[in-house]
């Protein structure tokens, strides 16, 4: 081990058991050059890779700190979860019900299942296409039935082979997107009335599929730090006869947790021991903050039971639809079955696709892809701890754009979507990841989007919201009274869907709460606790107040003269 790395191992350790809590000031690259004896270069990569771990957070010109995603890291083991007993599905209403805020205009896409589209090389990929459907062979329309594109299935199989896995292409067929792979996988080794193991919490479409098909599910729990409950899985694959796992073992939708690969091998092998298939949703491995693309479970597989789903959806073109399996053993179940459904993948898309994954630049366009996804948890993370309310818990994703929030236990997830849904934000509420309609504290968020002021605001009024529900005043920097001593100030919405702002002052010397509420419409009327009062003719807002606090007490600056 290298002397950086021991030392971020050390400093980890003591943020793991609590020894230093979140928001906690980490020493100075002088004090650790001089307290362990290294170069600074030792201290700042050893720094560099806590960040990476998620363990600490850098502000600007105020150094290291105990990051509040360190929370989980840091928090005791739990209790060994039970196995529950296989039910029946009904979530569709309620996930439908959720959904369709996505498809509103203006809404605010933190409940999101993509990425931004400005994050793909749209121009780039319609050249593709254009240039491949010219030169587009009629007989294709033949040829090109499942399994695919020959070309297309080459140029996937050399994407296996680029992580070590010899995958043959006579056993990959082109869907329309995963979930098409992903539903004929399942409707190839089940009937009616069967058991499958999904994950809790679960990919709500995985939910809706099983509903769909009349089978009944084993929820089998997922830990957002270490994942996939192995010794649960086992329990339930004694208990109860299973006929196919549905998992997603790399950034899993939606805690963002991956399995190590010493869990994707040992879950492999239980499956082999019980000849169970395992359908392997993995539509957000190449999303990877890492070096290398973690290996997906399919890398262990010598026997066939391992169905490798995956598409392009999450990282070049969602609309295209374009997704694969590598089927192993189920591959003639599996084609035979897209033949009676969909029949064939669009042909020009199949072809288009093959032109840019051998000569559009695929890697380099990934490579860019990662670092603004990076990026943007970065700031998604200091929006979190700058807006959102103590008490609040997840665990640092090494990849994908989705962070699993467990909020306090009063808060009632299904209120505060439909809350952030009257202030034009859409979220993604815990009930819908569970057949049990559990997580009722949990939230979804999207970070797949560039940051820009309408999504800060946004978390800023999701703080407003949170505190709300929980019955405590909003937390927003502090500003000054009139007297020039220091004063909270506080602007949240007045009522749901209302345009209304309050804009809170709170004098330290002791004088009496003065409530000042500007109409945000027509800048006309003050009141003080129900009754019409003169506004203050001097109201300091310094440069560090909260920008949204100075320009309501501006607004009322601006009536009261």
């Known amino acids: 081990m290298k002397r950086y790395e021991a030392l971020a191992e050390t400093m980890a350790a003591e943020i793991r058991s609590g020894g230093m809590p979140v928001g906690t000031r980490l020493p100075s690259v002088r004090h650790l050059t001089t307290q362990y004896g290294v170069g600074q270069s030792t201290v700042f990569r050893a720094y560099y890779l806590l960040e990476e771990w998620g363990l600490i957070r850098a502000r600007e010109r105020s150094g290291y700190f105990v990051a509040p995603g360190a929370k989980l890291a840091a928090a005791p083991a739990p209790t060994p979860a039970k196995l529950a007993d296989p039910a029946e599905i009904d979530v569709s209403s309620l996930v439908f019900s959720v959904l369709e805020a996505v498809k509103h205009p203006g809404i605010v896409p933190l409940g999101s299942a993509f990425p931004s589209p400005q994050l793909f090389p749209l121009p780039r990929l319609a050249k593709s296409l254009a240039y491949a459907t010219r030169l587009l062979n009629p007989w294709s329309t033949v040829v090109d039935m499942p399994p695919g594109n020959e070309h297309l299935r080459r140029q996937i199989a050399l994407r296996y082979t680029g992580m070590g896995i010899p995958q043959r292409i ?51 729990p997922v830990d957002p730090q270490t994942g996939l409950d192995l010794a649960v899985l086992a329990e339930a694959l004694q208990k109860h006869p299973v006929r196919a796992c549905w998992f997603m073992t790399s950034f899993q939708n939606p805690t963002g947790t991956s399995l190590s690969a010493e869990k994707k091998k040992a879950l492999v092998e239980l499956l082999a021991e019980h000849q169970v298939p395992l359908i392997e949703d993995d539509v957000y491995g190449e999303l990877h903050f890492q070096p290398d693309r973690p290996l997906p479970a399919k890398a262990f597989d010598t026997q066939g039971l391992v169905m490798h789903c995956t598409s392009l959806s999450k990282t070049l073109a969602p609309g295209y639809r374009l997704g694969w399996v590598a089927a192993g053993r189920f591959t003639d179940r599996v084609r035979r079955l897209k033949l009676m459904t969909t029949i064939s993948t669009s042909i020009p898309i199949q072809a288009g696709i093959a032109d840019y994954l051998q000569h559009g630049g695929f890697d380099k366009h990934l490579r860019k892809l990662r670092s603004a996804l990076r990026a943007q948890l970065v700031v998604m993370e200091q929006a979190i701890e700058k807006w959102l309310p103590p008490g609040i818990d997840y665990f640092r994703p090494e990849g994908g754009y989705f962070l699993w929030l467990r ?155």
């Open 170 to 220: 006579e056993e990959i067929l082109v869907t329309n997107g995963a979930m098409e792979a992903l539903n004929l996988c399942l409707m190839a080794v089940t009937q009616p009335g069967d058991i499958v193991a999904i994950e809790s919490p679960c990919f709500y479409a995985a939910l809706q599929a099983v509903e769909r098909l009349g089978l009944r599910a084993v929820e089998i």
């Open 407 to 561: 909020l306090p236990e009063q808060i009632d997830a299904m209120q505060l979507h439909r809350l952030a849904l009257e202030h034009g934000i859409n979220i993604t509420p815990g009930p819908i990841f569970s057949a049990r309609h559990a997580y009722q504290n949990c939230v979804r968020l999207n970070f797949g989007h560039p940051w820009s002021p309408r999504i800060e605001s946004a978390m800023q009024t999701l703080g407003d919201l949170l505190n709300r529900l929980s019955g405590t005043p909003s937390q927003t920097p502090q500003a000054a009274t009139e007297n020039g001593k220091g004063a909270d100030v506080t602007v949240m919405p007045l009522r749901s869907g209302g345009s209304r702002q309050v804009a809170s002052t709170r004098g330290t010397s002791g004088s009496a709460l003065v409530r000042i509420i500007a109409c945000a419409l027509t800048g006309t009327g003050l009141e003080c606790d129900g009754r019409k009062i003169s506004a203050p003719r001097t109201i300091r807002a310094p440069v560090s107040a909260h920008t949204p606090a100075r320009r309501a007490i501006q607004r009322c600056q601006r009536w009261s003269s």
